[in-house]
């Protein structure tokens, strides 16, 4: 028998929170990119998405109109921002996770289905950009990984209860947050209990940035990238060595001790 080490990395339900105060247009963009880049296969998907009250149905509208503009087509073609799903039996568990959030009550705004017009002719396993509204929190869809491109939206109204909502999950691999006040967005950044927080962005990554979950979630452990994903790879060991004149003289003999 030997102990192996591991690092894991095991998923995640990320947040978006997006304030008041922000660019709409920019932050639909981030919303859509944190989650439609990858075709929604990537485990740090922001998916879950809180929007303020306030700028709710704005946002929910732009969102829509820009969902619905997405080229899907063949991944090798220029101008395709929409390609497959690695196999038919995770189309089909997306297309499920859909249809059971209709029945669970959820808003479909957008997509569900197949994508209109994809020059590869019935080839390949193609869900559209897909958008809910009036998600509830307790529902298959707010709370469980897709891993497709499928978003649900909520409305907040204050920063506190973003924050709650946004880490009421079993995961803690990444958070984004977008707002133009410098001081909010590292306030809720610390809060956020994930190991990745973007700040007016989702989704860079950067070979030298540590990645990996919270400790004691279900997002796993260790960390890849970066110096400390270097570590993992390594067995470290410590060298000590006394380098001065004097006896060490933690026994001592009679009157010589240093206590």
């Known amino acids: 028998r030997q ?20 660019d709409i247009d920019k932050a639909v963009e981030w919303a859509m990119f944190g989650c439609f880049w990858t075709n929604g296969q990537i485990c740090s998907a922001t998916s ?25 087509g063949d991944p090798m073609s220029r101008g395709t921002r929409l390609g497959p799903l ?4 995770q189309r089909d568990r997306v297309v499920g996770m859909i249809r ?29 950009p897909t958008v809910f509204a009036d998600v509830d929190d307790s529902s298959e869809l707010w709370r469980e990984e897709v891993f497709g491109p499928v978003l649900a939206v909520r409305p907040f109204d204050t920063e ?5 909502a946004a880490n009421a999950t079993k995961y803690g691999l990444a958070a984004a947050v977008i707002s133009s ?13 994930t190991g990745l927080v973007w700040v ?21 452990h260790g960390r890849d990238l970066g110096e400390a994903g ?5 067995d470290l060991k410590s060298v000590v060595t006394y380098t001065s004149a004097d006896k060490w003289d933690w026994y001592p003999q009679q009157h010589k001790s240093k206590l």
Do not use: T
């Not at 506190?160 to 709650?164: L, P, R, S």
């Open 3 to 22: 102990c192996k080490p591991c690092s894991l990395e095991l998923g995640g339900k990320s947040a978006l929170i997006v304030f008041e105060d922000c």
């Open 48 to 72: 879950r998405v809180l929007v303020h009250s306030s700028i709710h149905d704005d946002f929910l509208e732009a969102l829509q109109a820009r969902s619905l503009e997405i080229r899907a």
């Open 86 to 89: 690695v196999s038919a039996a």
């Open 100 to 128: 059971r959030a209709e029945e669970e009550g959820a808003r479909l705004v957008c997509g569900g289905g197949r994508p209109k017009g994809v020059v590869m002719d019935g080839v390949g396993y193609y869900v559209e």
């Open 160 to 164: 506190e209860e973003a924050v709650v």
């Open 181 to 193: 006040d410098a001081a909010r967005c590292e306030r809720v950044a610390r809060r956020m209990r």
């Open 200 to 220: 007016n962005c989702s989704q860079p990554c950067f070979p030298q940035l540590p990645w990996g979950g919270k400790v004691g979630r279900a997002s796993g």
């Open 230 to 234: 270097l570590d993992a790879y390594l």
